[in-house]
Nanobody
């Protein structure tokens, strides 16, 4: 099973980017889709998530600047990132996690976001 993350790139501070993550439709029922990121030399951290029912959560560091959404018809999750800061520079990974039987966690390959000052 593969998740296809895309949309990363180089942007100046204050700019915007939109990431996309497409997943196989069969793994999405009752699953949470989430974005994580890993900056150089740091641990991977949670960014945002959206459940199959539409419950949304954000990390405090991105609240008010990032917007996560999910299009179930296209089996795709998006992350609209505005007012980007150099501290947002990281590889962004998408994840699909299901905590009811059958349980599983699937990761995408990551897309690099670089924010220049």
């Amino acid at each position: 099973v593969q998740l296809q993350a895309s949309g990363g790139g180089l942007v100046q501070a204050g700019g915007s980017l939109r990431l996309s993550c497409e997943a196989p439709a069969r793994i999405l029922p009752a699953a949470v889709m989430a974005w994580y990121r890993q900056a150089p030399g740091k641990q991977r951290e949670f960014v945002a998530s959206v459940s199959s029912g539409g419950t949304i959560k954000y990390a405090e560091s991105v609240e008010g600047r990032f917007t996560v959404s999910r299009d179930n018809a296209k089996h795709t999750m998006y992350l609209q990132m505005n007012a980007l800061k150099p501290d947002d520079t990281a590889v962004y990974y998408c994840q699909v996690k299901r905590t009811v039987t059958p349980t599983y966690t699937v990761w995408g390959q990551g897309t690099l976001v670089t924010v220049s000052s």
